[in-house]
């Protein structure tokens, strides 16, 4: 079974950068598209972005697009999300998730793997 872990989630200044990362255990990543969403306080979880298993596709929310990218490194099983240019409305607890597929799925519901989530706070 694919196991995920999310780390990297911190106290950020606005404008300020974080990478999240998103590591897979159980199974190679290979066979598997990940995704990353995010849920803000009293809010619906949000899709944000994702990668396809072999890492040649990628896409983005619009909230989000032109400050974020998502990468994978297979050998490490990791998955990535470099956020930039951070704002107080990203403040979130991101979880990342995995459906076995080849291409991306941005609905939550298709996603049979989650992490336990990581915390984003964008403060001065």
């Known amino acids: 079974q694919l196991q995920l872990v999310e780390s990297g989630g911190e106290l950020v200044q606005p404008g300020g950068s974080l990478r999240l990362s998103c590591a897979a255990s159980g199974f190679t990543l290979d066979d598997y598209a990940i995704g990353w969403f995010r849920q803000a306080p009293g809010k619906e979880r949000k899709w944000v972005s994702c990668i396809s298993s072999n890492g040649g596709s990628t896409y983005y929310a619009d909230s989000m697009k032109g400050r974020i990218t998502i990468s994978k490194d297979r050998a490490k099983k990791t998955v990535y999300l470099q956020m930039n240019s951070l704002k107080p409305d990203d403040t979130a607890v991101y979880s990342c998730?995995?459906?076995?597929?080849?291409?991306?799925?941005?609905?939550?519901?298709?996603?049979?793997?989650w992490g336990q989530g990581t915390q984003v706070t964008v403060s001065s």
């Open positions: 998730a995995g459906v076995e597929a080849g291409s991306c799925e941005l609905l939550e519901n298709h996603y049979a793997y």
